[in-house]
């Protein structure tokens, strides 16, 4: 008899949910049939849930109780204070069950690098696994190290299904913008659709090829780049060529 099999039922939910999304399917399917052209039906009034409360003689009736919205973040107003919240308990993905990959470089760098999420095999450190090759060269095509970047992921945690939930990206876009607003590099390299929505509110294919001014308090400025992330860049090689364009501009007159 062979060794005893053992079946990673999450890891093949998560790769079949990658597999989805990656093929375009956004909604849910059903054997019954619908109707795609019918017009929407109306929305009905949002109610409030009201208190009820007994009445005394001679007192007005109570007020209804209103849902409370969700809380604003508190975010620490300090980088060294904000990144060790961003490992803690109060942060969004610590809720999620995986590992808080912890951003990596100085404090104070002329640029900074922005990806969506953690890579599966990245444990310690972002882009520490099979797309760490990959990329260390982009870096090193344009004169820079690790050593010289400030990395950093809008999740901390990598989603089960590889990419970041919708829901979850109000609360994630606030956490990056305060992230970069602290280091406030002069050059920020954002890397996939998350990246580039959480800072410019807009996909990679709609943003990149040019420069983009992104403005902090304090009168601090961070001019943004989009281009694909190296896990797009792995399956579809011919996109290096835009990529090698966008570090140029993400690099050109930096250093002058």
Known sequence: MGAEQIFDWNKA?????????????????SDEPFDWLAAPEPEAEPRVAEQRMPERRGEAPAAPAVAVARAPLVLPPTLEG???WRLGSDAPEAAWGGALVPASGPAVADV???????????????????????FDRMLAAIGLTR????????????????????????????????HVALVAPKRLLALGNAASRALLAADVAETRGRLHLVEHKGGRRTEVVASHHPRLLRERPAAKADAWRDLQLLIGGLQA
């Open 13 to 29: 939910a998560a790769s079949t949910l990658e597999w989805w999304q990656a093929a375009g399917v956004d909604m849910l399917a």
């Open 82 to 84: 904000f990144l060790a």
């Open 112 to 134: 900074m690098i922005l990806v969506d999420c953690p890579e599966r095999d990245d444990r310690d450190a972002l882009l520490s696994g099979e797309l760490a090759r990959l």
């Open 147 to 178: 050593a010289q970047v400030h990395l950093a992921a809008v999740a901390a945690a990598r989603p089960i299904a590889g990419r970041v939930p919708r829901e979850a990206e109000a609360a994630l876009f606030e956490i990056t913008r305060h």
